[in-house]
């Protein structure tokens, strides 16, 4: 069995903790939360007690030293300690994104966690719209790839369900639709471009008022493919989910939806309009959560499974997917687009960065 450590018990902390109580009780992974840790004691006990026999841990380095794989869910800026910790001990990881709130810390993040088996928690990269859509754009069947456009907004996020004020925190963010938010999107936007972005120009404004904390922000991607637009706004409707809404211009079709998880996909032809429904992987079903909950789980569920299937196949030898290679880039044309918008939007080119 693969004994898991959570360190940070706060909002996503507790999704991953509910995934993985789920795909354990389903007997879909020979896995188990055996210890928790948190700065904040009550939130790992509140979290321990889904877990038969979970240890709360007041210290890291003892929760590595427990368990096979540590579950990085603390603020960004924290990561960097944890993966340390977990590291020295050559635990596998599974690191939530971003890496960290610099580029710079983002490489170290980057360079640690490419010493042990590990993931990213870029989740939409397990999202079957967007694999859907990836697919649809890079075989041709509709012509060449024109443009895509991407629109991205939530309240923001320190009320409601988020539970937490850390995000108006540029020490502890880093940033922060783009940064904290949208760094999902340009890697989405990447995956179905098909390629790195060659330049990006950008333009920020922090309209709620927090230093260095943009709420809203627009982004021009040009890829050898297409050019492609993101549009990242943390507004204060906060009786709005949040929502992804994306747009997929071919030459013969143009594709959008309003999911980020299963779509549907609308394929809009010269001669009229399919509907394309992505599934959730057939084990769903055995989930023991209405289906309502059960989809929407499955976004993190699956890329918990897809990584202790991976720990438990090749051990030491395992590599998660997306790894450090994927949110580096991403990191980059985050970076890049912040450099862009100190400089009046003037277009900047992505790949300075080192590869980890
Ligand atoms: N992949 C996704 O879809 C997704 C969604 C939400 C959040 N996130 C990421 O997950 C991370 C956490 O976000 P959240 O919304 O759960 O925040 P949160 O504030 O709800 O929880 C963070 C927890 O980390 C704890 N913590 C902070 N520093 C710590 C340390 N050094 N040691 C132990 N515990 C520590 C805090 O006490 C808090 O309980 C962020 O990096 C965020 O960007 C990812």
């Known amino acids: 069995m693969i004994r898991v450590g959570i360190v940070g018990c706060g909002h996503i902390g507790t999704v991953h903790s509910f ?18 840790h948190d700065d904040s004691r009550p939130r790992a ?4 007690r889904h877990h038969p026999g979970a240890v709360v841990h007041d210290d890291v380095r003892s929760l590595v030293g427990a368990v096979d794989a540590v579950w990085v869910c603390t603020w960004t800026a924290a990561h960097l300690e944890v993966v340390r910790a977990a590291v020295a001990q050559r635990r596998a990881v599974f690191c939530e994104k971003p890496l960290a709130p610099t580029a710079a810390q983002a490489r170290e993040v980057a ?11 870029l989740v939409l990269r397990h999202a079957p719209v967007f694999a859907r859509l990836a697919e649809l754009a890079a075989s041709g069947r509709e012509g060449r790839l024109l443009a895509v456009t ?22 502890r963010a880093g940033g922060g639709t783009l ?53 990242s706004v943390w507004h204060q409707v906060t009786s709005r989910p949040s929502t992804r809404r994306v747009e997929v211009f071919c030459e013969h079709a143009v594709c959008s939806t309003d999911d980020d998880h299963l779509g ?13 429904v992505a599934d959730p992987p057939e084990w769903v079903s055995r989930l023991s959560v209405p289906e309502v909950l059960a989809k929407p789980l499955a976004l993190y569920a699956e890329p918990a ?8 196949d090749h051990g030491e030898a395992a590599r998660g997917w997306p790894d450090v290679t994927v949110a580096m880039v991403a990191h980059e044309i985050v970076e890049a687009a912040y450099a862009s918008a100190r400089a009046g939007g003037a277009p900047v080119p992505v790949g300075a960065l080192e590869e980890p």
């Open 150 to 171: 991407f629109r991205d907004d939530q309240y923001f996020p320190i009320q409601g369900i988020y539970g937490s004020t850390w995000r108006k925190d540029v020490g």
């Open 305 to 312: 499974k897809a990584f202790l299937d991976a720990l438990a």
């Open 111 to 121: 360079a640690l966690l490419g010493e042990v088996p590990h993931q990213v928690g």
């Open 179 to 231: 940064l904290e938010h949208s760094i999902h999107d340009v890697d989405v936007l990447r995956w179905i471009a098909g390629a790195d972005p060659e330049w990006v120009s950008a333009s920020v404004r922090a309209v709620a008022g927090y230093a260095g904390i943009e709420d809203v922000a627009t982004v021009l991607l040009h890829f050898p493919s297409c050019e492609a637009t993101l549009t």
């Open 264 to 276: 549907p996909i609308e394929v809009q032809r010269a001669g009229g309009t399919e509907t394309l």
């Open 19 to 36: 995934a993985l109580a789920q795909l354990r009780k389903a007997g879909l992974v020979d896995a188990a939360v055996v210890a928790t």
């Open 45 to 48: 006990e509140a979290l321990a």
